[in-house]
């Protein structure tokens, strides 16, 4: 089992910016691909952005331009930084990891999963 933990989630006003991390294992860092999903109730989970093993970065259409991810070696954590936020990105934010790959990011489905962030943008 592998444990992601994310911290940053909150509330602000349209237009601003937010910072999500996920924290995990040596291992999983080093070997597998991680990134972001995102959950509205009453819809399937929608897939963000990730960094493959080799170190690509993918973004879904949704949020190119607007998110970026970064990480830290040291401290084995993947940021999602999130700017010029809008209502409609009101959701539950989920950390994820995959020991095959995330390959296509648009149908990326996750293996291991983070517990939420709940980040609430108002307008």
């Known amino acids: 089992q592998v444990q992601l933990v994310e911290s940053g989630g909150g509330s602000v006003q349209a237009g601003e910016s937010l910072r999500l991390s996920c924290a995990t294992s040596e291992y999983a860092f080093r070997h597998y691909c991680i990134g972001w999903f995102r959950q509205v109730p009453g819809k399937q989970r929608e897939p963000l952005a990730a960094i493959e093993k080799d170190g690509t970065t993918k973004y879904t259409s949704a949020v190119k331009g607007r998110f970026t991810l970064s990480k830290d070696n040291a401290k084995n954590t993947q940021y999602l930084q999130m700017n010029s936020l809008k209502p409609e990105d009101t959701a539950t934010y989920y950390c994820?990891?995959?020991?095959?790959?995330?390959?296509?990011?648009?149908?990326?489905?996750?293996?291991?999963w983070g517990q939420g962030a709940r980040v609430t943008v108002s307008s």
């Open positions: 994820a990891a995959d020991p095959w790959g995330c390959k296509e990011i648009d149908t990326w489905v996750g293996v291991y």
